[in-house]
C-alpha cells in the first residue's frame, strides 16, 4: 500500500524537546568557535602586550617592584577590556551561526513549520522542495520527480532520482537497512543531509542527524577551507606593516642614541620599548574585526542575515538596487480579484457577498484541479480559498479524486498540468500557468491570441497577476496507471478555459523606503515574471520612476550589447523576465559602472546572485541555493529591509573611518612625546606605566564608542561612496595627522614651556601627560561626527562613550591626587590653576577641527542657496 501523506502529523513539540536533549542538535562539531582562553591567548600574543611584559620584566630587574606590579596590573587590565569586546564580537557571530543555518520545513503536531536544520531530530518528518538542502539523513515517503545532487558526498555530477518507500508496514524495515546503502544509485529511497534537491518535491522521514549521517561520518572535510582576506583586511594589514616597520628602526634608533649619549642603557631600553608601544597600531586589526561582526549582528536585529561579513561595508557603495516584485515590494499574499471566461469578466472583489455565477465554476474547480490538494504557493491557496468561499456545496470539489501524475512548470513551459482519477475511472487532466503557454497547449491561432492579449492586458493594466486555466479528457477505462500517461503536457488535447487576475497588495513600507533610494542616490529596478502593463501599474503605486518604458525578457534575449549598454541606463522596469534572464541584467549594469544589488528565490536565480556586487536571498521563500549564493539573507523578504542595511552600511563604514582616523591620530603625539624628548635631551616624558594607562582609554574608544554611534543626518542623503575609495583615503590621512600634530604641537609646547620656567622634572610630565588625557577625550569627542560639533553630538547618546570619558576622568584623578599612583607615574601634585592650563591646552588642541566642520557646513548652506 502506498504511504499515506494525508495522515502525517510529525512529532509533537514535547518529543522534540526528549530528542534534542537526548541526542543533541543535528550539526557537526564546529572547529570555528573560540573559548576564553582561546581568546586570551591570542590577545596575550599581540605585540603590544608582550612589550608591557617586557617593560614589567625590566623593572623587575632595576628592583622597582611597585612600577613593575602596577604595569603588570594594567596589562591584566588592558587584557580584560580586549576579552570583553573579543566575546561580544564571539557572541555577535555566534548568534549570526545560529541564523544562518540552513533551514528545514517540518511537519510538527500536523502543521508545517519553518525551523533552522540544526534543530531537526530524528523521526522528524520533513518537507523538500527544489533548491532545498536536505538537512538530515531520512527515508522517502513520498516524492514526485524528485531528483537529487549528491555529489557532496559521491563527487558525480549528475543527479540521482528518488523514489517514495513502496509500502507504509515495511517503513521501519527499510530504515533498518538505510545504513547498508550508500549515497548515488538510482531510485532509492534515502535522500542524505548536505545533498541538494534538484528537482520535484518529497516528504522525508529522518533517521539520522549530526554525526550520525554520512557527512558527519566524512568529519571535518568540509572545514578546512580558510577565507580570503577581503580588501579592507589586505588594507590593514598593508598598512599595520609598514607602520611596524617604521616602529622597529625608530625604537632602535632611540635605544642606540639614549644609550650612546647618557651611558644608561636600561632606560635607553625603556624609552624604546615606549616608543615601540607608543607607534604600534595594534588596535587597527582590532577595530575592523570588531566594527564588521557587530555590524552584522546589527544587521541581524534589522532582519537582515550577513552571510558574508565584508558585505557590511560594501553596501554603502550600491548604486542599483534590483528587485523581484512579487514578496518583496508586494506581500506575496494572492486573493483572486477577477475572472475571465469569453466573452464576460466578473469582477469578485466587487460581488463579495453574491453567489459565483455558474459560468465560471469550471474555471475555479480546474484551477484548483490543477494545484496540489496542500497547497504552499500563494496562488494555489487563493484558489483554494475561493472554492472554499463559492464551490463549498457544488459538485465541483472532488476531495474523493486520486492524483496520478504531476507535471511540473519548468524554464520551456511556465505551466504546470495535474492528472487525476475519478471514482468512476475517468481521467482528468488541468492545468494553469502563464498564459501564454495555456494558449501554446491549446494550439491557439493567431486570430485567438490576439483576442486573448485584448483580455490580459485588460486585467493586468489594473495591476492583477494573470493565470491561464485549461482542462483535457483521458481515456475511461480501469488500468489507468501513472506510468502509461504521456511523457509531455503537450501530448494530452487542452480545451482553453479562461482566465484569473490575482491581486497582491503592495507593502505599506516600500514607497517610503524607494523614495528614501533616491534621495541617497540609488536607482531602484523592479524585475517580475508579470505583463508590463502590470509591472507599470505597480511601478506608479509604490513610485518607481520612470514607469513609462519597460523592458520585456523576450526583448532582453534578442537585444545588441549596444542598445541594451544604452537602455539599461534608463529603463527601471524588467516584464516577463524569466530567472536566468537576471544574470544579463547584472551583467548589463556591471558594465554601465554600476554597483549592484540583486535580490533572488530560485535555483535559477544563484548565477545572478553570485554575478552581482551584492547578492539578497529571501529569507522566507528562497532556496537554500539562493541563500548559499548569496551575501545577505532577508528573514521578512521585505524591500525596506534592504534598504535598511544599506542604511547601516554606511554608518558602519562612516563610523570604521572616524575609528581608524581617530587611531591613527591619537599615535601621533603617543609618538611625538616618546622620540622628542630623546631627540633634545629632555627627561622622558612617556613611560611604559603611562602609555599602558593610555591604552585603557584607547582601545574601547576606538572599538566600541566609535562603533556604537548613531548615523550622520546626511547618511542617506548623499550619493553611494566609490568603491575605489580606500578605508585610509588620502582624506582620512590627512585629517588624522593633521590632529595628531596640532595635539602635538600643543603638548610639545606645555612641556618645554613648564621644564624651561623652572619647574621641575615631575611638575612638566604631569602637567603633558594630564593635556594629552584631555587631547585624547577631545579628539574622541570631536571624531564623533566630522559635520556636527561636540556641543551638538553631546545631545546624541551614546552609552559606551560615557563610560569610557567617566572610567578616564576618575583614573586620572587617583593617579594625579593618590600618594603611591603619583609616584608610581612620576608626577608631581597638580594645582587648580595647572588643571586650567591643561584642561584649556587640551581643548585648544583640536577647536581647529571644530572650526573646520562649521565653515564646511556654511560652505554646503551657501551652495544649495545658489543652487
Not at 562539531?29 to 581568546?39: A, F, L, Y
Not at 538510482?186 to 543531509?193: A, Q, T
Not at 499574499?333 to 475571465?340: A, Y
Not at 558594465?591 to 546572485?609: C, F, H, K, Q, Y
Request: glycine share 6%.
Amino acid at each position: 500500500m502506498i504511504y499515506n501523506i494525508e495522515s502525517i502529523t510529525g512529532l509533537s513539540a514535547s518529543a522534540v524537546g526528549d530528542r534534542l536533549q537526548q541526542e543533541g542538535y543535528n550539526e557537526l562539531p564546529s572547529t570555528q568557535q573560540r573559548t576564553i582562553w582561546g581568546i586570551a591567548l591570542e590577545i596575550f600574543q599581540e605585540p603590544i602586550f608582550l612589550l608591557l611584559l617586557g617593560c614589567g620584566v625590566i623593572y623587575l630587574f632595576l628592583g622597582d617592584v611597585q612600577e613593575a606590579l602596577i604595569l603588570l596590573g594594567f596589562v591584566f587590565f588592558i587584557v580584560g577590556i580586549n576579552l570583553y569586546q573579543e566575546q561580544k564580537t564571539e557572541k555577535s557571530l555566534e548568534a549570526l551561526r545560529d541564523l544562518s543555518s540552513p533551514r528545514a520545513l517540518v511537519i510538527r503536531d500536523g502543521k508545517r513549520q519553518r525551523i533552522a536544520g540544526r534543530e531537526v531530530v530524528r523521526e522528524d518528518v520533513i518537507v523538500l522542495s527544489e533548491g532545498d538542502r536536505v538537512p538530515a539523513d531520512a527515508v522517502v515517503l513520498w516524492s514526485t520527480h524528485l531528483s537529487v545532487d549528491e555529489s557532496l558526498l559521491t563527487g558525480e555530477s549528475l543527479p540521482v532520482r528518488k523514489q517514495s518507500v513502496k509500502d507504509s508496514t515495511d517503513l521501519a524495515n527499510t530504515t533498518r537497512t538505510a545504513t547498508q546503502h550508500r549515497p548515488g544509485g538510482e531510485d532509492l529511497p534515502f535522500v542524505y543531509s548536505g545533498t541538494l534537491i534538484v528537482q520535484g518535491q518529497g516528504i522525508a522521514q529522518v533517521y539520522a542527524t549530526g554525526m550520525q549521517t554520512e557527512m558527519g561520518k566524512i568529519g571535518k572535510a568540509l572545514q578546512t577551507v580558510e577565507p580570503q582576506q577581503t580588501v579592507l583586511e589586505r588594507e590593514t594589514r598593508r598598512i599595520v606593516s609598514k607602520l611596524t616597520f617604521v616602529a622597529i628602526a625608530i625604537c632602535v634608533a632611540v635605544v642606540v642614541i639614549y644609550g650612546a649619549s647618557t651611558s644608561n642603557w636600561l632606560q635607553g631600553v625603556l624609552a624604546g620599548l615606549a616608543l615601540a608601544m607608543a607607534i604600534l597600531p595594534n588596535e587597527i586589526p582590532v577595530v575592523l574585526a570588531i566594527f564588521l561582526a557587530l555590524g552584522a549582528w546589527r544587521f541581524s536585529l534589522a532582519r537582515v542575515l550577513t552571510r558574508r561579513i565584508p558585505v557590511v561595508e560594501t553596501l554603502g557603495s550600491t548604486t542599483v538596487l534590483c528587485v523581484d516584485k512579487t514578496g518583496t515590494l508586494t506581500f506575496n499574499r494572492m486573493s483572486v480579484q477577477q475572472l475571465f471566461v469569453s466573452p464576460n469578466f466578473y469582477d469578485v472583489a466587487l460581488h463579495e457577498r453574491e453567489a459565483l455565477p455558474e459560468t465560471f465554476h469550471e474555471l475555479i474547480e480546474f484551477g484548483i484541479l490543477a494545484s496540489r490538494k496542500d497547497p504552499f504557493d500563494p496562488m494555489e491557496k487563493a484558489l483554494k480559498q475561493v472554492g472554499d468561499d463559492y464551490l463549498a456545496r457544488t459538485e465541483h470539489l472532488h476531495q474523493d479524486w486520486e492524483i496520478l501524475r504531476e507535471y511540473p512548470l519548468s524554464g520551456e513551459l511556465l505551466a504546470m498540468s495535474c492528472v487525476w482519477r475519478s471514482p468512476e475511472n475517468r481521467l482528468v487532466i488541468a492545468t494553469k500557468g502563464a498564459p501564454e503557454a495555456i494558449a501554446d497547449l491549446c494550439h491557439f491561432n493567431a486570430e485567438q491570441m490576439r483576442d486573448l492579449e485584448q483580455h490580459i492586458n485588460t486585467m493586468a493594466a489594473a495591476g492583477l497577476r494573470v493565470l491561464g486555466i485549461a482542462k483535457a479528457i483521458g481515456r475511461h477505462q480501469s488500468n489507468n496507471q501513472p506510468n502509461s500517461l504521456p511523457e509531455k503536457q503537450h501530448d494530452f488535447v487542452f480545451a482553453f478555459l479562461g482566465l484569473v487576475g490575482m491581486a497582491d497588495p503592495v507593502r505599506p513600507t516600500v514607497a517610503p523606503a524607494i523614495t528614501e533610494c533616491y534621495t541617497a542616490g540609488i536607482r531602484v529596478v523592479m524585475i517580475t515574471g508579470d505583463y508590463p502593463a502590470t509591472a507599470q501599474n505597480i511601478a506608479r503605486q509604490i513610485g518607481l520612476t520612470p514607469a513609462t518604458e519597460v523592458i520585456t525578457g523576450a526583448e532582453l534575449e534578442k537585444m545588441p550589447e549596444g542598445e541594451l549598454l544604452s537602455r539599461i541606463q534608463t529603463v527601471n522596469i524588467f516584464a516577463r523576465v524569466v530567472p536566468e534572464q537576471k544574470l544579463l541584467i547584472v551583467n548589463a549594469l556591471k558594465r554601465s559602472g554600476e554597483i549592484v544589488a540583486m535580490t533572488g528565490d530560485g535555483v535559477n536565480d544563484a548565477p545572478a546572485l553570485k554575478a552581482a556586487n551584492i547578492g539578497i536571498a529571501m529569507g522566507e521563500r528562497g532556496t537554500d541555493v539562493a541563500r548559499e549564493s548569496a551575501d545577505l539573507v532577508l528573514l521578512d523578504d521585505d524591500f525596506s529591509s534592504i534598504v535598511k542595511s544599506v542604511r547601516l552600511g554606511r554608518r558602519v563604514f562612516d563610523n570604521l573611518k572616524k575609528g581608524m582616523a581617530y587611531t591613527l591620530a591619537v599615535h601621533i603625539p603617543i609618538a611625538g612625546m616618546s622620540l622628542i624628548p630623546v631627540i633634545f635631551h629632555w627627561p622622558l616624558v612617556l613611560l611604559p606605566i603611562h602609555i599602558a594607562f593610555l591604552h585603557l582609554i584607547i582601545d574601547p574608544a576606538c572599538t566600541v564608542v566609535f562603533e556604537a554611534e548613531p548615523e550622520e543626518s546626511n547618511v542617506m542623503k548623499r550619493p553611494p561612496r566609490n568603491p575605489k575609495e580606500p578605508l585610509f583615503s588620502r582624506r582620512t590621512l590627512k585629517l588624522a595627522l593633521l590632529q595628531g600634530l596640532s595635539v602635538l604641537v600643543v603638548l610639545v609646547a606645555v612641556f618645554a614651556v613648564s621644564y624651561y620656567s623652572g619647574n621641575g622634572e615631575f611638575d612638566a610630565r604631569a602637567l603633558a601627560f594630564t593635556t594629552l588625557i584631555v587631547s585624547n577625550l577631545s579628539m574622541i569627542l570631536s571624531n564623533r561626527s566630522w559635520s556636527r560639533t561636540i556641543p551638538e553630538m553631546l545631545r546624541t547618546p551614546n552609552q559606551a562613550l560615557w563610560w569610557v570619558l567617566g572610567g578616564a576622568v576618575v583614573f586620572m584623578g587617583l593617579v594625579l591626587y593618590f600618594p603611591v599612583l603619583r609616584h608610581l607615574f612620576r608626577f608631581s601634585f597638580l594645582h587648580f590653576d595647572d588643571l586650567i592650563i591643561s584642561l584649556a591646552s587640551g581643548v585648544f588642541s583640536i577647536l581647529w577641527f571644530e572650526g573646520l566642520k562649521i565653515w564646511r557646513r556654511k560652505k554646503d548652506n551657501t551652495r544649495r542657496a545658489f543652487n
